[in-house]
């Protein structure tokens, strides 16, 4: 389904990010795959290469203009083109009640998931341009768009809302372009971005709300990476040339029972 295209990863060493990439590999993408950890992110590209994909990993820290320039430039250059962009690279960050919640920490939480989500579209954009067109996509969450309750999370949920803001405004953007935008939402996933998560003080807050039974399409508990990566490929690919700023949510429908 990807035959010919390259795809341009963040956060590719490790749940999401690592899924997608295996999965658009399989369908013919050369995958350029960014992450900060070299050790996990070199064990994906040896998965991929050793399965007959091509791929290439570059260290990429999404907070830093320059780190992101490099790397859309050394993966550019590597494959020659640029047709699809996956801003997937985030973190929990620290999750503390409001009045506890220092302000380096909110920072952190901003800078990685929504500015480093600039960052790319930035970096990768004139190249998308150059191909003719391409299709961005963005992990935002149901985190801070259809589910407000987990405690401590208001540096999180803010980033995860404003991704979807973003994906809305350049899709408006670069239309003309033939570019598309579009988000996807996760439930939980089984991934590690849970243990390094700092919860602080949270307990206090007591807003967690328990997921009521449901039916077992809905509310069947976590999703793997592949979940999101099949969801990824679809909008990754000219399956969904009529689809553009939208978000998807990949929580097998638990959101809608809060
Ligand atoms: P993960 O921790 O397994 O993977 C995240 C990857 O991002 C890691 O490899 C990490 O090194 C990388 N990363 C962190 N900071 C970075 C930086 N500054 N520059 C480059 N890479 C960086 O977690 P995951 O669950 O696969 O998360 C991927 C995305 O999915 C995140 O944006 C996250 O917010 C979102 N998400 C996850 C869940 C879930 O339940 N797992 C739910 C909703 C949304």
Same mark, same amino acid.
């Given at each position: 389904?990807?035959?010919?295209?390259?795809?341009? $990863?963040?956060?590719? &060493?490790?749940?999401?990010? &690592?899924?997608?990439?295996?999965?658009? +590999?399989?369908?013919? #993408?050369?995958?350029?795959?960014?992450? %900060?950890?070299?050790? *996990? @992110?070199?064990? %994906?590209?040896?998965?991929?290469?050793? @399965?007959?994909?091509? +791929?290439? /990993?570059?260290?990429?820290?999404?907070?830093? &203009?320059?780190? =992101?320039?490099?790397? =859309?430039?050394? @993966?550019?250059?590597?494959?020659?083109?640029?047709?699809? =962009?996956?801003?997937? +690279?985030? $973190?929990?960050?620290?999750?503390?009640?409001?009045? *506890?919640? !220092?302000?380096?920490?909110?920072? !952190?939480?901003?800078?990685?998931?929504?500015?480093?989500? /600039?960052?790319?579209?930035?970096?990768?954009?004139?190249?998308?341009?150059?191909?003719?067109?391409?299709?961005?996509? %963005?992990?935002?969450?149901?985190?801070?768009?259809?589910?407000?309750?987990?405690?401590?999370?208001?540096? /999180?949920?803010?980033?995860?809302?404003?991704?979807? #803001?973003?994906?809305?405004?350049?899709?408006?953007?670069?239309?003309?372009?033939?570019?598309?935008?579009?988000? %996807?939402?996760?439930?939980?996933?089984?991934?590690?971005?849970?243990?390094?998560?700092?919860?602080?003080?949270? *307990?206090?807050?007591?807003?967690?709300?328990?997921?009521?039974?449901?039916?077992? &399409?809905?509310? *069947?508990?976590?999703?793997?990476?592949?979940?999101? +990566?099949?969801?990824?490929?679809?909008?990754?690919?000219?399956?969904?040339?009529?689809?553009?700023?939208?978000?998807? /949510?990949?929580?097998?429908?638990?959101?809608?029972?809060?």
């Amino acid at each position: 389904m990807l035959d010919g295209k390259v795809a341009l $990863i963040t956060g590719a &060493a490790s749940g999401i990010g &690592a899924g997608t990439a295996r999965r658009f +590999a399989q369908e013919g #993408a050369r995958v350029i795959l960014a992450d %900060v950890q070299d050790g *996990e @992110g070199q064990q %994906v590209l040896d998965e991929i290469t050793g @399965g007959g994909g091509q +791929a290439l /990993y570059v260290h990429c820290d999404v907070s830093d &203009a320059d780190s =992101v320039r490099e790397a =859309v430039e050394t @993966g550019v250059r590597e494959f020659g083109r640029l047709d699809i =962009v996956f801003a997937n +690279a985030g $973190i929990n960050g620290v999750w503390a009640p409001i009045d *506890e919640l !220092q302000p380096e920490e909110w920072d !952190q939480t901003i800078a990685i998931n929504l500015r480093g989500t /600039y960052l790319t579209v930035h970096f990768a954009v004139p190249h998308l341009k150059r191909a003719g067109g391409g299709s961005i996509i %963005v992990t935002s969450s149901v985190n801070g768009n259809r589910t407000f309750s987990s405690p401590g999370a208001s540096a /999180y949920s803010t980033s995860k809302a404003g991704q979807v #803001a973003f994906t809305r405004m350049i899709a408006l953007e670069l239309g003309r372009d033939g570019i598309r935008c579009n988000a %996807v939402c996760p439930g939980l996933i089984h991934t590690n971005i849970e243990e390094r998560t700092e919860h602080r003080d949270t *307990e206090k807050l007591g807003i967690e709300v328990e997921l009521p039974e449901g039916s077992p &399409a809905l509310n *069947e508990g976590e999703g793997e990476p592949v979940d999101v +990566a099949d969801t990824c490929l679809f909008l990754a690919s000219d399956l969904s040339r009529h689809v553009s700023g939208v978000e998807i /949510y990949v929580d097998g429908g638990a959101s809608l029972l809060r």
